[in-house]
Nanobody, 126 residues
């Protein structure tokens, strides 16, 4: 029912920036805490960042991206964003957005997310 579609991935060089978008449909977007996760080949999916449901604006980031990535949302447009700056080769992965109704303390656990997008590839060359 709820569908999430990511866009904005691509091939960039070290130090470049990208902005990923995730557009939702089939539900009330503002009622979901939204998260970004990433997965590189042969590695586990890892938490990137999250933003709380509603308009409070609380965010949380993995230590590896803190200070470089910024998550935001536009509940009127039903869109989630991930602004990625100072990209590094180790950021190379498929990035997926996801939606959850979990309490805030469960925001980093992928198992708590109900809906997922198909993912968008981000490749950072050295």
């Amino acid at each position: 029912q709820v569908q999430l579609v990511e866009s904005g991935g691509g091939l960039v060089q070290t130090g470049d920036s990208l902005r990923l978008s995730c557009t939702g449909s089939g539900g009330t977007f503002s009622t979901y805490t939204m998260g970004w996760f990433r997965q590189a080949p042969g590695k586990e999916r890892e938490f990137v960042g999250t933003i709380v449901r509603g308009g409070g604006g609380f965010t949380d980031y993995a230590e590896s991206v803190k200070g470089r990535f910024t998550i935001s949302r536009d509940n009127v447009k039903n869109t989630l964003y991930l602004q990625m700056n100072s990209l590094r080769p180790e950021d190379t992965a498929v990035y997926s957005c996801a939606a959850t109704k979990t309490v805030w303390s469960g925001r980093r656990d992928a198992l708590n997310y109900l809906y997922w997008g198909q993912g968008t590839q981000v490749t950072v060359s050295s």
